[in-house]
C-alpha cells in the first residue's frame, strides 16, 4: 500500500512539492525552489467526493500560494476535477521574475565607412572590389559613450516574498590606445585611424598592414590612417590612406590616393590610373599614369608616357623621363629627357601647375584678341579690343611674376636630352630640334631671350640666382662701354 503523503502544516509552503490525499482524490502541488510558479496535478479516486473549487482555493492559501493566482486557470482546474478529470502539471499561479541591470558597455557612435544595403534594396550593381569596411574615424571625432550598468527590477514569488535582481556587470572591455575617456563617459579618438575592436579591447589603430596582395580577398582600402602592402596591387583595387601608403610590390590600374607620402615599386596606368599625393612620391618607375604631388617625385628608373603635375621637383636617377608632360614647380632633372625615337615630351619648370591651364587660357585669349584687332576697321571695337589685350596681358604677367619660394624653372639633363622635347621655363618654350648631350642645366635667358644651357648644377641651386649672377655681369659690362 502507498504511504499516504500528510498535508503540510499551515503556512508552510510546499517548496519541491506536496500531496494531499483524500478518499476521493490526490492533488499534487509542484513549486520550484525559487518559488516563482505552482503547477497542480490532480487524480481522480472514485471512493469519494470530488475536490471542490473552495477546497483547491484552500489548500492554495495553506501552502502560502498568495499572489499572482491565475483565477480562470483555478476555475478551470477546480471545474474540470468536480467533473472526475485527471489533470497534470497545470499551471495556477506565477510570480515575476526579476529583471537583472543591463551590464555596463560601449554604445559606438560611428558607422562603417562602406555603406551595407538592407535586404529590401534592389541591388543593380555589385562592385566585387568593395570586400572590407572600416570604421574610420577622425581626431576629436566621438567615437562611442560608456553606458552604465543598470541595478535592474526586482521580482516577486508567489509566496508575496520579493526576488533581488542582479546588477550590471562592470565594463569588461578595455580602453586601449588612441581613445581618450572625457567627462559622462565619452570616448573621444586621439588620433585618425580606424576604431578596431576585440572581444576584450577597444581602440583606435592609425597603421593597416596587407601581408600579401591587395585583391578580392582584401578588397579596395579606404583608411584614415598609414596602408602597407607587402605585395601587389591588383587592378581595379584602389586605395584611399590618408596618412601614407607603402606598397613593396607593384600596382595596377588603380586609383591612388594619399594625403601623406606614397611609395611603390612600379606603376603601369595603361593611361587610366591616377596617383594623388600630399606628400613626397617614390617609386622605381610609373608608367602610363596620371601624377597630382604636392611633393617632390623620386624614381629610380623611369617615367614614361605619364602626365606629372608637381609642387615639388621631379627627378629620375637612373634612367629617362620621355613621353607624356611634366609640369615641376621645384624643378625637372633626369639622366634622359625625351628619347631616341623622339617621342614628343613636354616639360615644364617653375611654375604652379594649379596656374598653367588658366595661364593657356589667358594666352590663347589674348591671341584670339589680337588677331581680332588686326583684322578690325572699326575704331571703337579696336580701342575695346586694347582694353582687352591689356587686361589679358596683365593677368599673364601677374602669374608669370607670382613669387614661390619652392620655385625653380631649372631642367637638368645629367646625360641627353634628345629632340622632340620641348621645354617651357617662365615665358620661353622652346622646341628641341637636335639632341644635346649632357651633363647641362636649362633656364630661361632674361637678357637675349630663349633659353640657356650651362654646364650642370644641382637643383638646389636656383635658376633665379644663377640668372641674376649673368643679369649682373651684363649690366657691369653695359657701364663699361
Not at 119 to 135: A, K, P
Not at 355 to 371: E, G, H, I, S, Y
Not at 435 to 456: C, T, V, W, Y
Request: aromatic letters at 4%.
Amino acid at each position: 500500500m502507498t504511504e499516504q503523503l500528510q498535508p503540510a502544516p499551515p503556512e508552510t509552503p510546499a517548496i519541491g512539492g506536496s500531496e494531499i490525499r483524500k478518499p476521493g482524490y490526490s492533488l499534487y502541488l509542484r513549486i520550484p525552489d525559487n518559488a516563482l510558479e505552482c503547477r497542480c496535478s490532480y487524480v481522480p479516486r472514485g471512493q469519494g467526493s470530488m475536490m471542490t473549487r473552495d477546497e483547491f482555493a484552500g489548500y492554495l492559501s495553506q501552502y502560502i500560494v498568495k499572489v499572482g493566482i491565475d483565477q480562470h486557470a483555478l476555475d478551470d482546474f477546480a471545474t474540470k476535477a468536480v467533473a472526475g478529470q485527471q489533470l497534470v502539471d497545470v499551471l495556477v499561479a506565477s510570480g515575476i521574475a526579476p529583471l537583472n541591470g543591463a551590464d555596463e558597455c560601449i554604445r559606438l557612435s560611428v558607422q562603417s565607412s562602406t555603406a551595407v544595403l538592407s535586404g529590401d534594396e534592389e541591388i543593380t550593381e555589385v562592385d566585387m572590389h568593395i570586400v572590407q569596411s572600416f570604421i574610420n574615424v577622425s581626431i576629436d571625432d566621438e567615437v562611442g559613450r560608456i553606458i552604465p550598468a543598470e541595478q535592474g527590477t526586482p521580482g516577486q514569488n508567489i509566496m508575496g516574498q520579493p526576488i533581488p535582481a542582479l546588477p550590471g556587470k562592470p565594463l569588461s572591455v578595455k580602453i586601449g590606445k588612441n581613445i581618450r575617456v572625457e567627462e559622462g563617459g565619452v570616448l573621444i579618438a586621439a588620433t585618425t585611424g580606424r576604431l578596431c575592436q576585440t572581444p576584450g579591447e577597444i581602440s583606435i589603430e592609425d597603421e593597416y598592414l596587407v601581408k600579401g596582395d591587395v585583391n578580392f580577398r582584401i578588397g579596395s582600402i579606404n583608411f584614415k590612417g598609414v596602408v602597407e602592402v607587402r605585395g601587389d596591387v591588383l587592378d581595379n583595387f584602389d586605395i584611399t590612406a590618408s596618412k601614407g601608403l607603402t606598397v613593396t610590390g607593384n600596382i595596377g590600374v588603380c586609383n591612388i590616393v594619399s594625403d601623406g607620402d606614397i611609395t611603390f615599386c612600379g606603376m603601369d596606368g595603361m593611361d587610366k590610373a591616377k596617383i594623388v599625393c600630399g606628400g613626397t612620391l617614390r617609386a622605381h618607375f610609373i608608367h602610363d599614369v596620371d601624377v597630382e604631388c604636392a611633393g617632390d617625385v623620386l624614381v629610380d628608373v623611369e617615367i614614361h608616357n605619364c602626365t606629372i603635375k608637381t609642387l615639388g621637383k621631379v627627378v629620375v636617377d637612373k634612367g629617362a623621363l620621355s613621353g607624356g608632360s611634366c609640369t615641376a614647380l621645384g624643378g625637372i632633372e633626369a639622366k634622359k629627357l625625351g628619347t631616341a625615337s623622339s617621342i614628343h615630351t613636354n616639360l615644364r619648370a617653375g611654375i604652379d601647375y594649379h596656374d598653367v591651364a588658366l595661364l593657356d587660357d589667358l594666352l590663347t585669349a589674348l591671341t584670339k584678341a589680337n588677331a581680332q584687332a588686326g583684322e578690325t576697321q572699326s575704331p571703337s571695337e579696336l580701342a575695346e579690343l586694347r582694353k582687352t589685350t591689356g587686361a589679358l596681358t596683365d593677368s599673364i604677367t601677374s602669374i608669370r611674376s607670382k613669387i614661390d619660394e619652392r620655385a625653380n624653372a631649372k631642367i637638368n639633363a645629367k646625360a641627353v636630352m634628345y629632340e622632340n622635347v620641348q621645354l617651357t621655363l617662365g615665358s620661353t618654350t622652346e622646341l628641341i630640334y637636335e639632341q644635346k648631350d649632357g651633363p647641362h642645366s636649362a633656364i630661361e635667358n632674361s637678357i637675349d631671350g630663349g633659353l640657356r644651357f650651362l654646364s650642370m648644377t644641382s637643383l638646389n641651386v636656383k635658376a633665379a640666382d644663377i640668372e641674376q649672377a649673368f643679369v649682373q655681369e651684363y649690366k657691369m659690362s653695359q657701364r663699361k662701354v
